[in-house]
């Protein structure tokens, strides 16, 4: 066919390794093995295009259940992350923000409640120890206070006493 008209057409070929000429139907025979690997390696492909249309739906499903099964991983992955920080850090730190509101408007018996050995549970511990120390200043300051209001009273009991008895005391000599 189309590959013996090429062969007839072709008078001589040099080979650069032999260093020879070849003949026209050497040439020809070349070209008919070539055809020959040719259509080989054609049916192989047309072979594996076959098998890959057959697969392609399999192949495609099973990409569709692996993107499906990755997808509600990341979404069991991603629920669970949100309950754990949830559990171990938004919780504690309201109670915290709680704890820090009371004491500032000067409830000093509020306690937080201490449920882990993390700094959450230090700070826990710190605010606690805070509104120890701080209720404990404000008892002292109320008792200097107290004493401070007994003493002026004091004061002004014997001023007010020692101003009669100086005038008695200055009739009798």
């Known amino acids: 066919s189309r590959v013996n008209e090429l062969g007839s057409t072709i008078s001589a ?5 032999l260093s020879k000429t070849l003949h026209p139907v050497e040439v020809a025979h070349s070209f008919e093995n070539l055809t020959v690997v040719v259509g080989m390696i054609r049916d192989q492909l047309e072979g594996n295009i076959y098998y890959s249309i057959l697969h392609s739906g399999n192949i495609r499903s099973l990409v569709n259940r692996i993107l499906v099964s990755s997808l509600i991983a990341a979404c069991l992955v991603a629920g669970l992350s949100f309950l754990l920080l949830r559990r171990w850090v938004i919780v504690p730190v309201l109670e915290l923000r709680t704890a820090a509101a009371a004491i500032s408007q000067g ?9 882990s050995r993390d700094e959450i549970g ?4 710190e605010i606690n120890h805070m509104a ?3 209720a404990e ?3 002292r300051t109320v008792a200097r206070e107290r004493l401070s209001a007994i003493e002026e009273l004091l004061r002004r009991l014997v001023h007010n006493l020692r101003n009669p008895l100086a005038g008695i005391r200055d009739r009798k000599s």
């Open 13 to 17: 070929i040099e080979d650069p390794y």
């Open 137 to 139: 200043m404000q008892a």
């Open 107 to 115: 409830n000093f018996d509020y306690r937080v409640q201490i449920r």
């Open 132 to 134: 120890a120390t701080i």
């Open 122 to 125: 230090a700070l826990s511990r």
